[in-house]
């Protein structure tokens, strides 16, 4: 079965650390990796997407990605947290074989503290 | 670049009622919409797929007759919530892309915010 895990429903960060949030995907093939920004009442807004090259994605508002494939990971960071960063945040895959298919995580919310 | 619209971002109806919600692409042509909807807490459950023109894509457990979806052009999809019930109370949320690759972004609406009485 095709899925996307997001192992911490929660992170906690104080505002100017680093922050990881984790995303692992069981999804055949070599898929396209997405991830999403959704705050209170709002739809979800693009961050960036991983689709082919460097394992380092860089995307909007100073986040980033890894990708890992013997991992099949795609964690998202930030070197230095914001309290405006605080949102619910989800991985997204898409296989390559079915343009119609988009599995997401189960969402984390993340918390920037001052 | 890239906006989708959603409306109403907020309906309240009585049981029994329909409830229609429009999904736009503001600036761009969208090959695809999708439906969903989002439980409190909770990830996103695609309802539909849906193409400019032809019948819309269900997944499974999705009741086509409860959740009517008409795509009538490339910038507009919208979906019916038929005789709704307190049940169908829900976040729902569309997206659209503009080509029909698989590594083409999703463009998200702001969502509605259903609740039947």
């Known amino acids: 079965a095709q899925s996307v895990a997001q192992p911490e429903d929660q992170v906690n960060v104080a505002e100017g650390n680093p922050l990881t949030v984790k995303c692992t995907y069981s999804?055949?093939?070599?898929?396209?990796l997405f991830w999403y920004v959704q705050y209170p009442n709002r739809g979800l807004q693009f961050l960036l997407k991983y689709i082919t090259g460097d394992n380092l994605v860089k995307g909007s508002y100073g986040f980033e990605a890894e990708f890992n494939k013997s991992q099949t990971s795609f964690h998202l960071k930030k070197p230095s947290a914001l309290v405006s960063d605080s949102a619910l945040y989800f991985c997204?895959?898409?296989?390559?074989?079915?343009?119609?298919?988009?599995?997401f995580g189960s969402g984390t919310k993340l918390n920037v503290k001052p | 670049g890239a906006v989708v619209s959603q409306h109403p971002s907020r309906v309240i109806c009585k049981s029994g009622t329909s409830v229609k919600i429009e999904c736009r692409s503001l600036d761009f042509q969208a090959t695809t919409m999708f439906w969903y909807r989002q439980f409190p807490k909770q990830s996103l459950m695609l309802m539909a797929t849906s193409n400019e023109g032809s019948k819309a894509t269900y997944e499974q457990g999705v009741e086509k007759d409860k959740f009517l979806i008409n795509h009538a052009s490339l910038t507009l999809s919208t979906l019916t919530v038929t005789s709704a019930h307190p049940e169908d109370s829900s976040f729902y949320i569309c997206?659209?892309?503009?080509?029909?690759?698989?590594?083409?972004?999703?463009?998200f609406g702001p969502g509605t915010r259903l609740l039947v009485l």
């Open positions: 999804v055949s093939g070599n898929p396209y």
């Open positions: 997206s659209a892309t503009r080509g029909a690759d698989s590594s083409e972004t999703q463009y």
């Open positions: 997204a895959v898409r296989p390559t074989y079915n343009f119609n298919k988009f599995y």
